[in-house]
């Protein structure tokens, strides 16, 4: 019986889990313009270029994003250091 009580166990100590993720400035805070939590890093990316997009200045220094993961016990783990984004060319 104690083995399948440990199997168990095994099975839920290793589902899945959702990520979230969420963005930085510059100085690897969270960001206060693009202050979200996002399901994926293309949603976190994504969002960020469109937000850069509308700046007036492309070289604003406010355009250094980076991008964090939130683990399994809750706390924030840098994945993308801040730095320029490539974003689409205006028309």
Same mark, same amino acid.
Do not use: F
């Given at each position: 019986? @104690? /083995?399948?009580?440990?199997? /168990?166990?095994?099975?839920?100590?290793? @589902? $899945? !889990?959702?990520? &979230?993720?969420?963005?930085?400035?510059?100085?690897?805070? *969270?960001?206060? @313009?693009?202050?979200?939590?996002?399901?994926?890093?293309?949603?976190? !990316?994504?969002? /960020?270029?469109?937000? !850069?997009?509308?700046?007036?200045?492309?070289?604003? *220094?406010? &355009?250094?994003?980076? =991008?964090? =993961?939130?683990?399994?016990?809750?706390?924030?783990?840098?994945?993308? =250091? *801040?730095? *320029?984004?490539?974003? $689409?060319? $205006?028309?």
């Amino acid at each position: 019986m @104690q /083995a399948i009580g440990s199997t /168990a166990r095994y099975r839920k100590a290793y @589902q $899945p !889990i959702e990520r &979230s993720y969420r963005l930085i400035d510059g100085s690897c805070q *969270p960001h206060c @313009q693009l202050d979200a939590e996002y399901s994926s890093l293309d949603d976190a !990316i994504a969002d /960020a270029i469109a937000w !850069i997009g509308d700046l007036s200045e492309p070289d604003h *220094p406010a &355009s250094l994003i980076g =991008v964090e =993961v939130c683990s399994s016990n809750g706390d924030w783990r840098t994945c993308r =250091v *801040p730095g *320029p984004l490539l974003c $689409p060319l $205006p028309r």
